[in-house]
């Protein structure tokens, strides 16, 4: 009933801009938390930044400063718009949100590839 479509992901120089946009379809739901997560081969999917449903956000510790997480809730999307871009910020990025009517179900996206390198 809800579905998340990642995209904006692509190659990237270091010190580069990709912003990322995750859009919720399907009807009949809110959105409560939506969140961007990574992972990188070989490693543990971690949290990169988070948004509540009233705009409060929470970042990872290693992409703050760098990384801005916003959402527009007509839309039922979010974003991430990630500036000074790293070859450590390679990964694949997954959107994640909270949506139902009467209570939160958690969902994913399929992912999309950020790649920075020279």
């Known amino acids: 009933q809800v579905q998340l479509v990642e995209s904006g992901g692509g190659l990237v120089q270091p010190g580069g801009s990709l912003r990322l946009s995750c859009a919720a379809s399907g009807s009949g739901f809110s959105i409560n938390d939506m969140g961007w997560y990574r992972q990188a081969p070989g490693k543990q999917r971690e949290l990169v930044a988070t948004?509540?449903?009233?705009?409060?956000?929470n970042y990872a510790d290693s992409v703050k400063g760098r990384f801005t997480i916003s959402r527009d809730n007509a839309k039922k999307t979010v974003y991430l718009q990630m500036n000074s871009l790293k070859p450590e910020d390679t990964a694949v990025y997954y959107c994640n949100a909270e949506a139902g009517l009467r209570y939160w179900v958690n969902y994913w996206g399929q992912g999309t590839q950020v790649t920075v390198s020279s």
């Open positions: 948004i509540t449903s009233r705009g409060t956000t």
